[in-house]
Protein backbone atom coordinates (compact mmCIF):
# COMPACT_ATOMS: atom_id res chain seq x y z
CA UNK A 1 0.00 0.00 0.00
CA UNK A 2 0.78 3.07 -0.38
CA UNK A 3 0.24 6.70 1.32
CA UNK A 4 -0.47 8.87 -1.54
CA UNK A 5 -1.84 7.66 -5.23
CA UNK A 6 -1.89 10.65 -7.91
CA UNK A 7 -3.53 9.97 -10.90
CA UNK A 8 -2.83 11.78 -13.57
CA UNK A 9 1.24 12.76 -14.34
CA UNK A 10 0.77 16.52 -15.70
CA UNK A 11 2.05 19.78 -13.77
CA UNK A 12 -0.68 19.58 -10.80
CA UNK A 13 0.21 15.50 -10.22
CA UNK A 14 3.67 15.96 -10.93
CA UNK A 15 3.93 18.41 -8.34
CA UNK A 16 1.97 16.89 -5.92
CA UNK A 17 4.40 13.97 -6.13
CA UNK A 18 6.90 16.42 -5.49
CA UNK A 19 5.18 18.29 -2.06
CA UNK A 20 4.55 14.48 -0.98
CA UNK A 21 7.91 12.64 -1.12
CA UNK A 22 9.24 15.89 0.18
CA UNK A 23 6.83 15.39 3.06
CA UNK A 24 8.41 11.68 3.27
CA UNK A 25 5.26 10.05 2.04
CA UNK A 26 5.13 6.86 -0.51
CA UNK A 27 3.72 8.00 -4.13
CA UNK A 28 2.38 6.31 -7.02
CA UNK A 29 2.00 8.70 -9.72
CA UNK A 30 -0.34 6.73 -12.58
CA UNK A 31 -0.61 8.23 -15.75
CA UNK A 32 -2.87 7.30 -19.01
CA UNK A 33 -0.69 8.87 -21.91
CA UNK A 34 2.60 10.00 -21.04
CA UNK A 35 4.16 12.66 -18.52
CA UNK A 36 3.84 16.42 -18.81
CA UNK A 37 0.01 16.61 -19.62
CA UNK A 38 -1.26 19.30 -22.58
CA UNK A 39 1.62 21.68 -21.91
CA UNK A 40 3.66 19.85 -23.86
CA UNK A 41 2.01 20.53 -26.71
CA UNK A 42 3.30 24.50 -26.26
CA UNK A 43 6.30 25.40 -27.85
CA UNK A 44 7.48 28.55 -25.83
CA UNK A 45 5.93 28.93 -22.16
CA UNK A 46 6.70 32.94 -21.24
CA UNK A 47 4.48 33.18 -18.36
CA UNK A 48 5.59 31.00 -15.56
CA UNK A 49 7.45 32.80 -12.97
CA UNK A 50 11.21 32.72 -12.96
CA UNK A 51 10.97 30.60 -16.27
CA UNK A 52 10.73 33.49 -18.90
CA UNK A 53 11.05 31.46 -21.90
CA UNK A 54 10.69 27.46 -21.58
CA UNK A 55 9.84 24.57 -23.98
CA UNK A 56 6.53 22.61 -22.35
CA UNK A 57 8.99 19.65 -23.61
CA UNK A 58 11.60 20.71 -21.55
CA UNK A 59 9.15 22.20 -18.38
CA UNK A 60 7.71 18.59 -18.66
CA UNK A 61 10.65 16.64 -18.98
CA UNK A 62 12.42 18.72 -15.77
CA UNK A 63 9.09 18.43 -13.74
CA UNK A 64 9.52 14.63 -14.50
CA UNK A 65 13.20 14.54 -13.12
CA UNK A 66 12.19 16.25 -10.27
CA UNK A 67 9.30 14.36 -8.61
CA UNK A 68 11.37 10.66 -10.01
CA UNK A 69 14.70 12.00 -8.29
CA UNK A 70 12.95 12.60 -5.08
CA UNK A 71 11.04 9.11 -5.30
CA UNK A 72 7.92 8.89 -6.85
CA UNK A 73 6.93 5.73 -8.68
CA UNK A 74 5.33 6.76 -12.18
CA UNK A 75 3.80 3.98 -13.72
CA UNK A 76 2.01 4.60 -17.11
CA UNK A 77 -1.81 2.78 -17.00
CA UNK A 78 -5.22 4.20 -17.24
CA UNK A 79 -7.38 4.31 -14.07
CA UNK A 80 -10.25 3.12 -14.78
CA UNK A 81 -12.11 3.33 -10.93
CA UNK A 82 -11.46 4.68 -7.55
CA UNK A 83 -13.10 2.36 -4.82
CA UNK A 84 -13.51 4.18 -1.24
CA UNK A 85 -12.83 2.50 2.38
CA UNK A 86 -10.29 2.92 5.30
CA UNK A 87 -7.79 2.64 2.46
CA UNK A 88 -8.49 3.68 -1.25
CA UNK A 89 -8.42 1.15 -4.06
CA UNK A 90 -7.34 2.47 -7.29
CA UNK A 91 -8.08 0.07 -10.35
CA UNK A 92 -6.61 0.30 -13.63
CA UNK A 93 -6.71 -1.74 -16.88
CA UNK A 94 -3.55 -3.70 -16.32
CA UNK A 95 -3.95 -3.81 -12.09
CA UNK A 96 -4.55 -2.70 -8.85
CA UNK A 97 -3.35 -0.50 -5.65
CA UNK A 98 -3.90 0.25 -2.34
CA UNK A 99 -3.25 4.31 -1.17
CA UNK A 100 -3.90 6.20 2.35
CA UNK A 101 -5.13 9.23 0.25
CA UNK A 102 -5.70 9.36 -3.70
CA UNK A 103 -5.04 12.91 -5.23
CA UNK A 104 -6.88 13.09 -8.64
CA UNK A 105 -4.81 15.05 -11.03
CA UNK A 106 -6.47 13.98 -14.34
CA UNK A 107 -6.70 17.29 -16.11
CA UNK A 108 -9.03 17.94 -19.14
CA UNK A 109 -9.62 17.07 -23.01
CA UNK A 110 -10.69 19.22 -25.96
CA UNK A 111 -14.02 19.16 -26.21
CA UNK A 112 -15.26 17.82 -29.72
CA UNK A 113 -17.64 19.09 -31.98
CA UNK A 114 -19.68 16.16 -31.96
CA UNK A 115 -20.89 15.61 -35.76
CA UNK A 116 -19.94 12.82 -38.03
CA UNK A 117 -16.71 12.33 -39.46
CA UNK A 118 -14.85 14.10 -36.87
CA UNK A 119 -13.00 11.68 -34.99
CA UNK A 120 -11.48 9.97 -38.48
CA UNK A 121 -10.37 13.52 -39.57
CA UNK A 122 -8.40 14.33 -37.10
CA UNK A 123 -4.92 14.31 -38.51
CA UNK A 124 -6.21 14.65 -41.57
CA UNK A 125 -8.00 18.33 -41.77
CA UNK A 126 -9.05 18.77 -37.97
CA UNK A 127 -7.31 20.07 -35.50
CA UNK A 128 -7.39 21.18 -31.78
CA UNK A 129 -3.77 22.98 -31.85
CA UNK A 130 -3.03 25.51 -33.97
CA UNK A 131 0.15 26.31 -33.05
CA UNK A 132 0.71 22.26 -33.44
CA UNK A 133 -0.88 21.78 -36.92
CA UNK A 134 -0.56 25.22 -38.47
CA UNK A 135 2.85 24.47 -40.53
CA UNK A 136 0.55 22.13 -42.36
CA UNK A 137 -1.38 24.69 -44.00
CA UNK A 138 0.74 27.31 -45.17
CA UNK A 139 -1.05 29.24 -48.37
CA UNK A 140 -4.33 27.43 -47.69
CA UNK A 141 -7.51 28.29 -46.19
CA UNK A 142 -8.38 27.06 -42.90
CA UNK A 143 -11.51 27.55 -40.38
CA UNK A 144 -11.24 27.90 -36.81
CA UNK A 145 -14.53 27.37 -34.92
CA UNK A 146 -14.93 28.85 -31.64
CA UNK A 147 -14.91 32.75 -29.89
CA UNK A 148 -12.92 32.36 -26.58
CA UNK A 149 -9.31 33.63 -26.85
CA UNK A 150 -7.91 30.32 -27.68
CA UNK A 151 -9.84 30.61 -30.75
CA UNK A 152 -9.15 34.19 -31.50
CA UNK A 153 -5.66 33.60 -30.82
CA UNK A 154 -5.42 30.96 -32.61
CA UNK A 155 -7.05 32.41 -35.88
CA UNK A 156 -4.54 35.15 -35.15
CA UNK A 157 -1.92 32.83 -35.07
CA UNK A 158 -3.21 31.29 -38.29
CA UNK A 159 -3.46 34.81 -40.22
CA UNK A 160 0.59 34.87 -40.77
CA UNK A 161 0.13 30.92 -42.49
CA UNK A 162 -2.60 30.30 -44.24
CA UNK A 163 -4.13 31.89 -47.40
CA UNK A 164 -7.42 33.11 -45.72
CA UNK A 165 -9.02 31.84 -42.26
CA UNK A 166 -12.87 31.98 -41.65
CA UNK A 167 -13.72 32.72 -38.14
CA UNK A 168 -16.93 30.88 -37.56
CA UNK A 169 -18.58 32.10 -33.94
CA UNK A 170 -21.96 30.96 -33.14
CA UNK A 171 -22.90 34.16 -31.23
CA UNK A 172 -22.28 37.69 -32.84
CA UNK A 173 -19.53 38.83 -31.24
CA UNK A 174 -16.26 37.80 -29.08
CA UNK A 175 -16.14 37.20 -25.29
CA UNK A 176 -12.05 36.57 -25.90
CA UNK A 177 -9.69 40.17 -25.45
CA UNK A 178 -11.12 43.40 -26.73
CA UNK A 179 -7.36 43.53 -28.22
CA UNK A 180 -7.04 40.75 -30.04
CA UNK A 181 -9.97 41.25 -31.40
CA UNK A 182 -9.08 44.45 -32.69
CA UNK A 183 -5.91 43.10 -33.87
CA UNK A 184 -7.99 40.09 -35.85
CA UNK A 185 -10.53 42.85 -37.65
CA UNK A 186 -7.30 44.74 -39.12
CA UNK A 187 -6.21 41.19 -40.36
CA UNK A 188 -7.56 41.09 -44.53
CA UNK A 189 -6.94 37.23 -44.63
CA UNK A 190 -9.53 36.71 -41.80
CA UNK A 191 -13.06 36.00 -42.45
CA UNK A 192 -15.98 36.45 -39.91
CA UNK A 193 -18.45 34.09 -40.09
CA UNK A 194 -20.80 35.21 -36.75
CA UNK A 195 -23.98 33.48 -35.17
CA UNK A 196 -22.99 30.18 -37.15
CA UNK A 197 -21.96 26.81 -36.38
CA UNK A 198 -20.12 24.17 -38.60
CA UNK A 199 -22.72 21.32 -39.03
CA UNK A 200 -21.02 19.24 -41.62
CA UNK A 201 -17.43 18.29 -42.56
CA UNK A 202 -16.62 17.02 -46.28
CA UNK A 203 -13.56 15.51 -47.26
CA UNK A 204 -12.17 12.81 -49.72
CA UNK A 205 -9.66 10.86 -47.74
CA UNK A 206 -8.50 14.44 -45.96
CA UNK A 207 -10.58 17.62 -45.20
CA UNK A 208 -11.66 19.40 -47.87
CA UNK A 209 -14.66 21.73 -47.17
CA UNK A 210 -17.50 22.15 -44.31
CA UNK A 211 -20.73 23.57 -44.25
CA UNK A 212 -22.05 26.46 -41.62
CA UNK A 213 -25.34 26.79 -40.84
CA UNK A 214 -26.52 30.50 -39.55
CA UNK A 215 -28.64 29.88 -36.55
CA UNK A 216 -30.91 32.84 -36.86
CA UNK A 217 -31.54 32.12 -40.88
CA UNK A 218 -30.93 28.72 -41.04
CA UNK A 219 -29.11 29.29 -44.12
CA UNK A 220 -26.36 26.71 -45.27
CA UNK A 221 -23.45 27.95 -46.29
CA UNK A 222 -20.31 25.66 -48.29
CA UNK A 223 -16.45 26.15 -47.28
CA UNK A 224 -13.83 24.96 -48.98
CA UNK A 225 -11.19 24.90 -46.77
CA UNK A 226 -8.16 22.25 -45.61
CA UNK A 227 -8.12 22.34 -42.05
CA UNK A 228 -10.13 23.34 -39.33
CA UNK A 229 -9.16 24.23 -35.88
CA UNK A 230 -11.78 23.75 -33.03
CA UNK A 231 -11.61 25.80 -30.49
CA UNK A 232 -14.62 25.56 -28.27
CA UNK A 233 -13.02 25.02 -24.60
CA UNK A 234 -12.21 22.07 -22.82
CA UNK A 235 -13.91 19.12 -20.47
CA UNK A 236 -12.53 17.86 -17.79
CA UNK A 237 -11.41 14.09 -17.75
CA UNK A 238 -13.58 12.79 -14.66
CA UNK A 239 -16.01 10.20 -16.18
CA UNK A 240 -14.16 7.61 -14.18
CA UNK A 241 -15.16 8.94 -10.62
CA UNK A 242 -18.62 10.39 -11.23
CA UNK A 243 -20.36 8.18 -9.46
CA UNK A 244 -18.06 8.09 -6.46
CA UNK A 245 -17.11 12.06 -6.46
CA UNK A 246 -19.36 15.03 -6.23
CA UNK A 247 -18.81 16.98 -9.80
CA UNK A 248 -20.45 20.56 -10.40
CA UNK A 249 -22.81 21.23 -13.71
CA UNK A 250 -20.29 21.18 -16.01
CA UNK A 251 -18.61 18.22 -14.99
CA UNK A 252 -15.53 19.73 -12.89
CA UNK A 253 -14.92 18.15 -9.57
CA UNK A 254 -16.51 20.49 -6.63
CA UNK A 255 -13.66 20.93 -4.62
CA UNK A 256 -12.11 24.36 -3.48
CA UNK A 257 -8.95 26.11 -3.03
CA UNK A 258 -7.95 23.49 -0.52
CA UNK A 259 -8.87 21.13 -2.86
CA UNK A 260 -10.92 18.86 -0.91
CA UNK A 261 -13.75 16.56 -1.99
CA UNK A 262 -16.72 15.21 -0.58
CA UNK A 263 -15.29 11.92 0.01
CA UNK A 264 -12.76 12.04 2.81
CA UNK A 265 -9.32 10.72 1.69
CA UNK A 266 -10.09 11.92 -1.90
CA UNK A 267 -8.59 15.27 -2.68
CA UNK A 268 -8.44 17.19 -6.36
CA UNK A 269 -5.61 19.24 -8.30
CA UNK A 270 -5.27 21.18 -11.60
CA UNK A 271 -7.44 21.85 -14.75
CA UNK A 272 -10.24 18.71 -13.32
CA UNK A 273 -11.12 21.08 -10.59
CA UNK A 274 -14.15 23.85 -10.02
CA UNK A 275 -11.48 26.82 -10.82
CA UNK A 276 -11.63 30.60 -12.50
CA UNK A 277 -8.34 30.15 -13.56
CA UNK A 278 -6.57 27.19 -15.71
CA UNK A 279 -3.36 27.75 -16.16
CA UNK A 280 0.24 26.08 -15.80
CA UNK A 281 1.09 28.01 -12.22
CA UNK A 282 -2.77 27.63 -11.02
CA UNK A 283 -2.37 23.54 -11.28
CA UNK A 284 1.35 23.55 -9.87
CA UNK A 285 -0.46 25.49 -7.15
CA UNK A 286 -3.17 22.61 -6.69
CA UNK A 287 -0.30 20.26 -6.61
CA UNK A 288 0.96 22.00 -3.42
CA UNK A 289 -2.36 22.31 -1.93
CA UNK A 290 -4.06 18.53 -2.76
CA UNK A 291 -0.67 17.05 -0.96
CA UNK A 292 -1.07 18.99 1.75
CA UNK A 293 -4.20 17.98 2.46
CA UNK A 294 -3.66 14.75 1.72
CA UNK A 295 -0.65 14.56 4.20
CA UNK A 296 -2.68 16.02 6.66
CA UNK A 297 -5.85 13.46 6.49
CA UNK A 298 -3.32 10.46 6.03
CA UNK A 299 -1.53 12.14 9.75
CA UNK A 300 -4.95 12.92 11.46
CA UNK B 1 17.11 -2.97 -36.23
CA UNK B 2 17.91 1.71 -36.37
CA UNK B 3 15.16 3.58 -37.32
CA UNK B 4 15.65 4.91 -40.89
CA UNK B 5 15.32 8.29 -41.96
CA UNK B 6 13.28 8.84 -45.30
CA UNK B 7 13.07 11.68 -47.40
CA UNK B 8 11.21 11.74 -50.75
CA UNK B 9 14.22 10.59 -52.31
CA UNK B 10 14.67 6.99 -50.83
CA UNK B 11 10.56 6.84 -49.77
CA UNK B 12 9.77 4.40 -52.58
CA UNK B 13 12.53 2.03 -51.90
CA UNK B 14 12.54 2.14 -48.30
CA UNK B 15 8.68 2.77 -47.92
CA UNK B 16 6.76 1.09 -51.24
CA UNK B 17 9.16 -1.69 -52.30
CA UNK B 18 9.98 -2.60 -48.24
CA UNK B 19 9.29 -6.76 -48.17
CA UNK B 20 8.68 -6.01 -44.50
CA UNK B 21 5.25 -4.10 -43.21
CA UNK B 22 6.48 -0.32 -42.16
CA UNK B 23 5.65 2.17 -39.61
CA UNK B 24 6.31 5.87 -40.61
CA UNK B 25 6.48 8.55 -37.84
CA UNK B 26 5.72 11.73 -39.43
CA UNK B 27 7.61 14.29 -37.14
CA UNK B 28 9.61 17.31 -36.11
CA UNK B 29 11.66 18.60 -34.26
CA UNK B 30 9.48 21.66 -32.59
CA UNK B 31 6.98 19.07 -31.69
CA UNK B 32 6.40 18.20 -27.95
CA UNK B 33 4.40 15.04 -28.27
CA UNK B 34 6.44 14.00 -31.38
CA UNK B 35 9.91 14.41 -28.92
CA UNK B 36 8.07 12.07 -26.23
CA UNK B 37 7.29 9.22 -28.93
CA UNK B 38 10.78 8.97 -30.39
CA UNK B 39 12.20 6.67 -27.54
CA UNK B 40 9.33 4.56 -27.58
CA UNK B 41 9.86 3.76 -31.37
CA UNK B 42 13.49 3.37 -31.19
CA UNK B 43 12.78 0.69 -28.29
CA UNK B 44 10.26 -0.69 -30.70
CA UNK B 45 12.91 -0.53 -33.75
CA UNK B 46 14.97 -2.71 -31.31
CA UNK B 47 11.88 -5.35 -30.31
CA UNK B 48 10.50 -6.11 -33.50
CA UNK B 49 12.97 -7.05 -36.26
CA UNK B 50 9.59 -7.86 -38.32
CA UNK B 51 9.05 -4.13 -38.44
CA UNK B 52 10.62 -1.44 -40.37
CA UNK B 53 10.73 1.73 -38.39
CA UNK B 54 11.13 4.88 -40.86
CA UNK B 55 11.23 8.44 -39.25
CA UNK B 56 9.74 11.29 -41.78
CA UNK B 57 10.63 14.97 -40.70
CA UNK B 58 7.51 16.92 -42.19
CA UNK B 59 9.53 20.40 -42.06
CA UNK B 60 11.90 19.13 -44.84
CA UNK B 61 9.47 16.62 -46.42
CA UNK B 62 6.25 18.72 -46.83
CA UNK B 63 5.41 17.32 -50.01
CA UNK B 64 5.35 13.56 -48.45
CA UNK B 65 2.95 14.20 -45.58
CA UNK B 66 0.93 16.18 -48.07
CA UNK B 67 0.93 13.33 -50.60
CA UNK B 68 0.03 11.52 -47.30
CA UNK B 69 -2.49 13.53 -45.76
CA UNK B 70 -0.51 13.91 -42.57
CA UNK B 71 -2.04 17.04 -41.37
CA UNK B 72 -1.19 16.98 -37.48
CA UNK B 73 1.73 15.10 -35.61
CA UNK B 74 2.89 12.55 -34.52
CA UNK B 75 1.24 10.41 -37.17
CA UNK B 76 2.06 7.17 -37.47
CA UNK B 77 1.34 5.21 -40.96
CA UNK B 78 1.63 1.84 -41.32
CA UNK B 79 2.26 0.59 -44.85
CA UNK B 80 2.02 -3.18 -45.52
CA UNK B 81 3.11 -4.10 -49.42
CA UNK B 82 3.40 -0.24 -50.39
CA UNK B 83 -0.11 0.78 -49.23
CA UNK B 84 -0.91 2.34 -46.68
CA UNK B 85 -3.03 -0.13 -44.21
CA UNK B 86 -3.71 2.12 -40.81
CA UNK B 87 -2.80 5.07 -38.86
CA UNK B 88 -2.39 6.49 -35.42
CA UNK B 89 -2.84 10.33 -34.89
CA UNK B 90 -1.40 11.69 -31.44
CA UNK B 91 1.26 10.48 -28.65
CA UNK B 92 0.45 7.06 -27.15
CA UNK B 93 1.49 4.59 -24.59
CA UNK B 94 3.71 2.48 -25.69
CA UNK B 95 0.82 -0.27 -25.14
CA UNK B 96 -1.41 1.03 -27.60
CA UNK B 97 1.83 1.61 -29.92
CA UNK B 98 1.91 -1.87 -30.24
CA UNK B 99 -1.45 -2.66 -30.44
CA UNK B 100 -1.38 -0.79 -33.44
CA UNK B 101 1.63 -2.34 -34.75
CA UNK B 102 -0.32 -5.55 -34.44
CA UNK B 103 1.27 -8.99 -35.65
Known amino acids: MY ?3 VIGAGPAGLTAAIYARRASKTVLVLEAMTYGGQIINTPDIENYPAAPHISGLDFANRLYEQATGLGAEVVFERVTEIKDGTEKTVVTAENTYTAKAVIIATGSQNRKLGIEGER ?3 GRGVS ?5 DGAFFRNKKV ?3 GGGNTALEDALYLADLAETVYLIHRRGEFRGDEATVNALKERQNIKFVLNSTVTKLIA ?3 LTAIEVTDKNTGAVTKLDVNGLFVAIGRTPENQPFEDLIKLD ?6 AGEDCITNVPGIFAAGDNRTKSLRQLVTAAADGAAAATAAVQYISR | MNVIKVTAENFETEVLKSDKPVVADFNADWCGPCQMLKPVIDELAEERPDV ?4 IN ?3 QDDLAYEHNVSSIPCLVKFVGGSEASRSVGFKPKSEIIKFIGG
Open chain 1, 249 to 254: EAGYIA
Open chain 1, 204 to 206: DKR
Open chain 1, 128 to 132: YCATC
Open chain 1, 120 to 122: ELV
Open chain 1, 3 to 5: DII
Open chain 2, 52 to 55: KFVS
Open chain 1, 143 to 145: AVM
Open chain 2, 58 to 60: IDD
